[in-house]
């Protein structure tokens, strides 16, 4: 992928790169829907990623080119706004540097991608994540992993407007090998947890794509915020609280009281799902393989039951994996309403449960999942750059 985008700057823009990184997608093994509501997550970063070569331009200008989706664009640094297409997640990294008050130089960009867009393992956080490590090098400015997932973030919520949480460029920017990531979305601290080589993440991709899902996002974003403002004014949370963070699942009871009974099954898949993610970190810290496939059950439960954000596609993959002997337990990953699922299982049965989830996947929806064990790898970086002259 590496030599794809610098020969192709080369090809279609007569640019030797300057710099040249990369950026995973991730899948999130528990605590879903949480992380706009400063809640706990727990992704890693996978074996899928996004690479941008980039070289810089004096004239302010940002051109670029997706080899993925064969198409390119122009952008104005000095005049950036949405054009409603994929260039707004590379609009996005630059504005948010500047907001933050850094000068961008201008560059020619070729993006590429292993990531299959609308898969549900975010290819649009990896794709930010890459532009902006491009951008930052090109313009010699020193920023640590943590800023460019700060400032991506930033960029994602409030230039493309999804008012998503920090889940997907902090795991994309911050992930290490072989280990998950536990992050507290409150405080943003972010804890290394090493995988057992006893256990065995496979994804499902449903090929439901998330096409539609962004609406119904910000719906479910809108709801939890209507609930906070409920349960302030019936005194059950603190007037200054700005999430949901600010209730424990045992205000649970109180809440039902004053929540409509949609609102207050949303608000009890969040607290449940917070407490879910410390069960399911302990109970793979001290190997309990089988509670931690427990807690993945339950929270799949929560998130089609009390959450809805599932299809029939996903309950589908879950419920034949979980009929095999050697997975622990399935959930949705990501946002929901398509996307993928995760199943924890045993090593050596992971390929009979890939088997299973194929075969019975076909047999209900006529056509193929792809199932692929996770590789957790390490977060995003730039590469050396390769002696390949402009042509
Ligand atoms: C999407 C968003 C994330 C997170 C998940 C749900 O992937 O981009 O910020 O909210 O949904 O956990």
């Not at 539609?212 to 059950?236: M, N």
């Not at 029939?312 to 949705?332: K, Q, T, V, Y």
Request: hydrophobic content about 45%; charged content about 25%.
């Amino acid at each position: 992928m590496q030599q794809r985008v610098t020969q192709a700057l080369a090809g279609r823009f007569d640019r030797r790169a300057e710099v040249v990184a990369r950026a995973p997608g991730r899948v999130n093994l528990i605590g879903e829907h949480t992380d706009y509501n400063q809640g706990l997550v727990m992704p890693c970063a996978i074996d899928r990623e996004t690479v941008v070569a980039g070289a810089a331009r004096e004239d302010g200008v940002l051109r670029v080119a997706s080899l993925d989706l064969e198409d390119e664009a122009s952008l104005d640094l000095a005049s950036l706004r949405r054009r409603g297409d994929w260039s707004d997640y590379l609009a996005a990294a630059a504005w948010s540097l500047q907001q933050a008050g850094h000068s961008v130089a201008g560059a020619d960009l070729v993006v590429t991608s292993s990531l299959p867009r609308g898969s549900g393992l975010s290819s649009s956080a990896a794709l930010g994540v890459a532009v902006m490590q491009t951008l930052a090098a090109l313009s010699e400015l020193p920023l640590s992993m943590r800023e460019i997932a700060d400032l991506v973030w930033h960029g994602e919520c409030d230039f493309v407007g999804v008012g998503c949480g920090i889940l997907d460029p902090y795991a994309s920017a911050l992930g290490r090998a072989g280990h998950a990531l536990r992050i507290d979305c409150r405080d943003r601290s972010v804890v290394e947890v090493p995988l057992s080589e006893r256990a065995t993440f496979l994804i499902a991709q449903s090929g439901v794509p998330r096409a539609l899902a962004e609406g119904r996002y910000k719906e479910r974003v809108a709801e939890c915020e209507d609930a906070l403002e409920k349960a302030k004014g019936a005194a059950l949370v603190a007037e200054s609280a700005e999430s949901l963070r600010a209730l424990a699942s045992t205000a649970l009871p109180a809440l039902e009281a004053v929540l409509d009974p949609a609102a207050f099954r949303r608000v009890r898949h969040v607290l449940t799902e917070n407490d879910r993610v410390e069960e399911f970190a302990a109970a793979f810290a001290n190997g309990e393989l089988a509670n931690a496939g427990d807690v993945l059950q339950r929270g799949m439960r929560s998130l089609r039951d009390d959450y809805q954000v599932s299809v029939p596609e996903l309950d589908a993959l879950c419920e034949i994996a979980d009929a095999h002997p050697a997975c622990h337990g399935s959930r949705l990953t990501g946002a929901g309403w398509g996307g993928c699922t995760v199943h924890l299982v045993d090593p050596d049965g992971a390929d009979a449960v890939s088997d299973a989830i194929e075969a019975g996947f076909a047999a209900a929806f006529g056509r193929s999942a792809e199932v692929a064990k996770v590789r957790a790898s390490a977060g995003a970086s730039l590469l050396p750059v390769a002696g390949v002259s402009a042509a």
